[in-house]
């Protein structure tokens, strides 16, 4: 089992930055790949982002490309989503989430750890 808590989430103005943390417990993180996804109501979770063990391959949505880097510091146990130049479409509630392989995934099915989740809000 893995055990995942997020946070860093809040309100902020359009083109501002927020840093989401993701700390994770139980079984060897560095040995998860690890993702972000986000949802807001009446829609269904989206990916975001993810990076594998190694932290070497990374994916992200389009929407996100260029403004969203994820990261991971395997000595810590915590995955990070910083993301710079938010825009109101940015608004979801963000989850991290941990799959058993050291290989990434851009498919939510992939995923067997969820957190909770962290509510990132965008004013215009």
């Known amino acids: 089992q893995v055990q995942l808590v997020e946070s860093g989430g809040g309100l902020v103005q359009a083109g501002g930055s927020l840093r989401l943390s993701c700390a994770a417990s139980g079984r060897t993180f560095s040995r998860h790949a690890m993702g972000w996804f986000r949802q807001t109501p009446g829609k269904e979770r989206e990916f975001v982002a993810a990076?594998?063990?190694?932290?070497?391959?990374?994916y992200y949505a389009d929407s996100v490309k260029g403004r969203f880097p994820i990261s991971r510091d395997n000595a810590k146990n915590t995955v990070y989503l910083q993301m710079n130049n938010l825009k109101p479409e940015d608004t979801a509630v963000y989850y991290c989430?941990?799959?058993?392989?050291?290989?990434?995934?851009?498919?939510?099915?992939?995923?067997?750890?969820w957190g909770q989740g962290t509510q990132v809000s965008v004013s215009s």
């Open positions: 990076v594998s063990w190694s932290a070497v391959i990374k």
């Open positions: 989430a941990a799959r058993a392989t050291v290989v990434a995934s851009v498919s939510i099915s992939e995923y067997s750890y």
